[in-house]
């Protein structure tokens, strides 16, 4: 096999984990029993070693992929001359923990015209393949024992076993179908337990789709490229671990910003940044149960903290901070590129902006959804106190430079926003805040951004004080509120961003040769959330017209499904982890932001 290039995947889930399905049938990537646990297929990041499970047509032909409407069902289409078949996939939705036996992926595989001839192989590889199993066969099913671990499979048609897997061929006829479910066991359970199961496949479709249709039936969104927004916020939904509410940046570890380069990293994890700009877009949305979710699970942490930074930068979905970065040597690399990493080394990092992000998603929610409590604002008031005494601290900032600390200026623009913030939910609700000492603190960041953080001479603002080196994250300062989008310093620094940041419309995230050194080596792509921020400031300063062609150009970048990795690289390629969170909710601002200013009612 030959890997598949990112984009020709779709994903299921079922809000505990998800499973990446390639055109061709093969779910190559699956962690078990949540975002965050050792995969069980890793395909993805070794075509050899990773395991998979493959379920297509034993003649060759056409392949298509799309999505019931408005569901995360997914369905396979094989085209050939003999026949047409296709391959229905999804995770039934479960809401408990304790609900093991409703961890499992159901494949249904049909013969929609003439006759199809399919072959099934289903060869795990538990725990990123550093661990053996065997396979304990159970009538027509079989059993994938790996230590403390098992999945089973159950088939109406008799398997057999080869290696370290199990195979099968069938043949279906027109209108036929057979169901294959594959799910985690525990104790003594088996796939027998799942052949006297009381659902069908259909049943469990049915389900499905309804709870989809259902939950995507509370969106108030009804402007312009309807569907892209809708399929957005499907996707962000999926990365929700529904028990916690935490939010995973991405399903997927290691996969390459540059083919054969070593900027591979584990995203499976719930970044404070990314969680709160996903809130931020659900609520924009009208989505409000995730929001309710996520504030008990923000508050849980807050309570574990002890002196100094209020907040540990990531989590596992779980709450638990134990992220130790850890070198996977045995296994290639997606196309080769190494390292292949598990945990992520940033979780010790200092981002100062991560509270300018979260407080502006909470004073959005107390606006808008729910009233705060007493005891979540006494969290709040440390952290906004935090901020005001270490705001002029250096830090790795959003793009986690692994070189040396830096006065970025997006990180001040942040904490900025985070005793703003802070600032209005206190006068709005009441609550006691030093704000004086607050307002001064506010004041003096804003003062300290526009002295060292704007270089006349260019006429832009810049990515740390005392530099010239562009960054493009200096485009959320009208979305925050900082600046006014048609002030002339914001206007001069959009000309420059456009100017020496894009390429055909797609935007890098600083000027390489001369931003701080992140520490690595090799190039990357263009990040798509960067080319949506700059989407929205131009839609913000008036500039509709170009704001919505490169708005129209950026949706061309998307996979078949609507789905977009975390950049672009140079041959129009997915790039980095996929589907990215920071992606899709920037896709869902941008629409919003630019259908207002075209004149459309959106919410």
């Given amino acids: 096999m030959s890997y598949k290039p990112i984009e020709s995947y779709g994903l299921i889930g079922d809000m505990h984990t998800a499973a990446l399905v390639g055109t061709d049938g093969s779910i190559d990537w699956c962690c078990l029993p949540r975002f965050d646990s050792p995969s069980v297929f890793a395909r993805l990041v070794d075509d050899r070693r990773g395991g998979y499970f493959k379920i297509s047509p034993t003649l060759p032909g056409r392949r298509q992929q799309m999505y019931m409407p408005d569901t995360a069902v997914l369905i396979t289409r094989f085209l050939s001359t003999e026949g047409v078949g296709e391959l229905v996939d999804f995770m039934p939705v479960k809401r408990s923990d304790s609900d093991v036996k409703s ?111 259902a939950w995507l039936g509370q969106c108030t969104y009804t402007g312009r490229w309807r569907e892209m927004v809708w399929r957005s916020a499907l996707t962000l939904k999926l990365l929700t671990h529904d028990p916690t509410g935490a939010i995973v940046a991405a399903p997927t570890t290691s996969i390459p910003e540059e083919v054969g380069g070593d900027r591979n990293w584990d ?182 951004i526009m002295r060292e953080g704007y270089d006349a001479e260019r006429g832009t603002f810049v990515q740390c004080f005392g530099a010239s080196a562009l960054d493009a994250s200096i485009l959320t300062m009208p979305m925050v509120g900082f600046i006014s989008p048609k002030d002339p310093r914001m206007l001069g620094t959009l000309s420059r961003i456009v100017e020496d940041l894009s390429s055909d419309s797609l935007v890098y995230r600083y000027e390489v040769s001369t931003a701080a050194g992140d520490g690595l080596q090799g190039n990357e792509g263009t990040f798509n959330i960067c080319t949506f921020w700059l989407v929205e400031a131009m839609a913000l300063a008036g500039q509709v017209e170009q704001a919505r062609f490169l708005f129209e150009k950026m949706l061309t970048h998307a996979n078949h499904l609507g789905l977009f990795a975390e950049e672009t690289s140079e041959t129009g390629e997915g790039a980095g982890n996929y589907p990215q969170a920071l992606t899709h909710l920037s896709l869902i601002s941008a629409a919003c932001t630019l259908d207002r200013a075209l004149g459309g009612g959106t919410v």
């Fill in 103 to 213: 961890h499992q992926i159901v494949r249904i595989a049909k013969a929609v015209r003439g006759s199809m001839s399919f072959r099934l192989d289903c060869l795990p590889a538990f725990d990123f393949a550093r661990k053996g199993h065997e396979i304990t066969q159970e009538g027509r099913g079989a059993v994938f024992h790996g230590g403390d671990f098992s999945i089973a499979l159950t088939s109406r048609f008799p398997l057999a076993t080869v290696d370290d897997g199990v195979c099968v061929e069938f043949t279906l006829h027109e209108g036929e179908e057979a169901t294959f479910l594959l799910r985690q066991v525990e104790g003594a359970g088996g796939a027998g337990d799942l052949l006297e199961a009381r659902l069908t496949g259909q049943d469990l479709l049915h389900r499905t789709i309804d709870y989809w249709k």
């Fill in 267 to 448: 995203y499976r994890f719930t970044w404070i940044r990314d969680a709160a700009l996903t809130l931020s877009a659900f609520m924009q949305l009208g989505f409000t149960e995730e929001t309710i979710r996520f504030m008990g699970w923000l508050e849980e942490r807050a309570k574990e903290t002890g002196e100094g930074s209020p907040l540990k930068l990531m989590y596992r979905v779980d709450g638990s901070s134990r992220l130790d970065e850890i070198v996977l040597d045995h296994l290639q690399g997606y196309r080769d590129s190494r390292p292949v990493r598990i945990g992520n080394g940033a979780s010790q990092q200092l981002q100062l902006d991560i509270y300018g992000e979260l407080l502006t998603a909470i004073e959005i929610f107390d606006a808008r959804v729910c009233h705060i409590s007493y005891d979540l604002w006494r969290h709040l008031e440390r952290m906004a106190e935090w901020v005001a005494s270490n705001w002029h601290r250096p830090d790795e900032g959003i793009w986690e430079i692994r070189g040396r600390k830096q006065h970025f200026v997006h990180s001040k623009l942040q904490c900025w926003a985070a005793l703003d913030r802070t600032l209005r939910i206190s006068t709005r609700r009441g609550f006691p805040l030093d704000s004086g000492r607050m307002t001064a603190a506010r004041d003096e960041i804003f003062r300290t």
